[in-house]
């Protein structure tokens, strides 16, 4: 596959870049677009051979739906996006490529990724997935393969649960009308680090996060659950002095570890 020239649409924003950038790396000829750039998803359908679609998911189908029937047989349609089973039929359905799903479970900004996971669901062809395993697996991240669906349904708790959670606890804060410079004089290391989290989730790409969320299927699902976890809480409170809710961790203690 040394004769791979890579387009990668979304190449100017956070994950495009960062793949981008790894593929120069690797010696390979990397063309990028955006909605403002000069070249657009035609000229890169016209002149790569592998095309990785890498823009925000509110906007992956429609431009699946652009570049996918622009592709041969013989090339790789990819995406980089976080839920995968939409995506990855919407590809098998407007293309004749060979398509593989991708989803990083990191983000641009770390700086080194090595013993980091990366989720590839192959679903047509074999020809180039070998070619993006030994990529990946060179730069140290560890390859995963998975079906859509279940991707799917493992972030609704890596992911979906894990920023309600986030995203509860900053809103909730807001809504205390605390003064943070003061709350900071007193925080703890788990607090700081809870804040920290925070902080990313709410003001480095909010519409990644909410996406993330509101597109998955099993996101009501994990509301209900959320939702159950505090009334049950709050019962728990209520009925004495927190032994029954030690009780209760205790219980899920043994369940979970
Ligand atoms: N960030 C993460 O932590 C992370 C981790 C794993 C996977 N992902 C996945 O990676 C994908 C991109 O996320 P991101 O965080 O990198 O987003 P981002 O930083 O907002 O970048 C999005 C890119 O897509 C371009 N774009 C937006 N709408 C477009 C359209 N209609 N046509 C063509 N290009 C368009 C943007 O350029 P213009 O605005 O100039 O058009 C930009 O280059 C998403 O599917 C996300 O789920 C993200």
């Known amino acids: ?20 950038r790894l593929l120069r790396k690797e010696g390979y000829k990397v063309h990028v677009c955006g909605r403002k750039t000069r070249l657009k998803i035609s000229d890169l359908a016209g002149s790569c051979n592998v095309i990785v679609v890498a823009v925000p998911i509110a906007a992956t189908a429609e431009v699946i739906r652009q570049v996918g029937p622009l592709m041969s047989a013989d ?28 989803h990083p479970l990191f983000g641009p900004q770390l700086s080194d990724v090595r013993g980091q996971n990366v989720v590839l669901c192959p679903a047509r062809g074999d020809k180039w997935l070998s070619w993006l395993k030994v990529i990946l697996e060179r730069k140290g991240l560890i390859v995963i393969e998975k079906a ?19 995203i509860s606890f900053g809103l909730a804060l807001a809504a205390a ?14 607090f700081q680090t809870k804040m920290e989290i925070v902080k990313k989730v709410f003001t480095e790409n909010p519409g990644l996060y909410t996406d993330i969320i509101a597109q998955n299927p099993a996101a009501m699902n994990m509301l209900d659950l959320y939702e159950k ?8 409170v209520n009925s004495g002095d927190g032994t029954q809710l030690k009780e209760a961790m205790e219980q899920a203690a043994k369940k979970l570890f």
């Open 1 to 20: 596959m040394k004769d791979a020239v890579i387009g990668i649409i979304g190449g100017t924003g956070g994950m495009g870049r960062w793949f981008a």
């Open 75 to 102: 090339s790789l349609l990819m995406d980089l996006t976080s839920l995968k089973k939409e995506p990855v039929e919407l590809m098998l359905s407007c293309s004749r490529a060979e398509i593989i799903g991708c």
């Open 148 to 166: 859509p669906e279940e991707h799917d349904e493992m972030m609704a708790i890596v992911q979906v649960l894990n920023h309600l959670n986030t």
């Open 177 to 190: 009308g605390i003064d943070l410079t003061e709350i900071n004089k007193l925080s703890t290391p788990i």
């Open 229 to 236: 976890a505090l009334a049950d809480i709050r019962a728990l």
